[in-house]
């Protein structure tokens, strides 16, 4: 059925003969610690989280889309949909919603992965339910979609759990198996209590694992380890490589730590953020426009890092 849905995409918008990342891996499966494709064979996704929708809703445009997906070579998007703040989603869910739905079909379009992320940090669960059931509706059946249910977590893990079931039992209702993304306390670091606890009964679901490699060093690697050894599958669905307050110097010594244990564990991930905010992790230069195609000069240090990495590592392993 995703499979089709996809097919019939591609050729309602000319794209059919563009071979992009979802129609050389299909609907993605997690076996065991490793995400997989549809012929088994593992599957490593790098890109880009746009940064708040509420804050930064220029770049949430089909151009940045393409820009990203072609030019930066992402094989995932992140649409961060801001959930709290003045302005976000439980103040405006139409216009949130809308940027959202913008950057997942322009993502459909470019034959890419998108992530629909409920960004929070409270607990929300019966509007986190109506939402996801919406996007369920609206994209299940396309394999390109991937369900980040709760963004950075400040609750205890029971809580979290507790959330997580309810919000993963709406979706499957509805989407059966594309892949769920589950937070957990601490900012995504408290993997190690996810390890000793995992939810039970639900298939095709990952958690997420956040990092800043100035500020998270090797006792959050370790837990990492930790999890992994306990067959628990993570994705790191937000990472960067200044300190945890998004500022600061760029350690790229921890980064290049950092890197090298998600491609050996063959670890997904996706760097923060798309925005143009006067701080490190923000890529975008304030004058830079939001559509794309960017050059160097409308970059940040940290955009052009994210960007050539990614093209390096995506075009190497897709070989």
Not at 44 to 50: K, Q, T
Not at 54 to 62: K, M, R
Not at 170 to 176: E, F, P, V
Request: hydrophobic residues 40%; contains cysteine; glycine residues 8%.
């Amino acid at each position: 059925m995703k499979k089709f849905a996809l097919l019939i995409t591609l050729l309602a918008t000319g794209l059919a003969a563009y071979a992009g990342p979802v129609s050389k891996h299909g609907p993605l499966k997690v076996t065991g610690t490793q995400l997989t494709d549809q012929t088994g064979q593992p599957v490593v996704l790098r890109g880009v989280s746009f940064g708040w929708s509420n804050w930064w809703p220029q770049y949430y445009n089909p151009e940045a889309v393409h820009t990203l997906a072609t030019d930066w070579q992402c094989s995932v998007l992140r649409a961060a949909m801001g959930v709290e703040p003045e302005g976000a989603y439980l103040s405006g869910p139409k216009p949130q919603t809308n940027l959202v739905t913008t950057v997942v079909e322009a993502a459909i379009k470019n034959d890419v992965y998108v992530i629909i992320d409920w960004h929070s940090h409270g607990i929300r669960t019966d509007e986190a339910v109506r939402f996801f059931q919406e996007m369920a509706t609206r994209y299940g059946h396309y394999p390109n979609v991937i369900y980040e249910i709760f963004n950075e977590p400040v609750q205890t893990w029971k809580e979290v759990k507790d959330y997580s079931e309810t919000v993963i039992r709406a979706i499957r209702a509805i989407d059966g198996d594309n892949l769920i993304l589950v937070g957990n306390p601490h900012w995504d670091q408290d993997v190690h209590l996810v390890a000793d606890d995992p939810l039970v009964g639900f298939d095709n679901i990952m958690y997420t694992l956040h990092f800043y490699a100035a500020t998270h060093k090797e006792w959050l690697i370790e837990r990492g380890n930790y999890a992994l050894k306990k067959n628990i599958p993570l994705f790191v669905s937000e990472c960067a490589g200044m300190e945890a307050s998004g500022d600061g110097a760029l350690d790229l010594e921890s980064w290049g730590k950092w890197l090298h244990w998600m491609e050996t564990n063959r670890i997904s991930w996706v760097c923060w953020s798309i925005s143009s905010k006067e701080e490190t992790c923000s890529m975008m230069q304030p004058e830079a426009g939001p559509h794309g195609p960017w050059q160097d000069n409308d970059l940040k240090k940290w955009g052009i890092i994210a960007r050539d990495v990614i093209r390096k590592m995506n075009r190497e392993r897709e070989r």
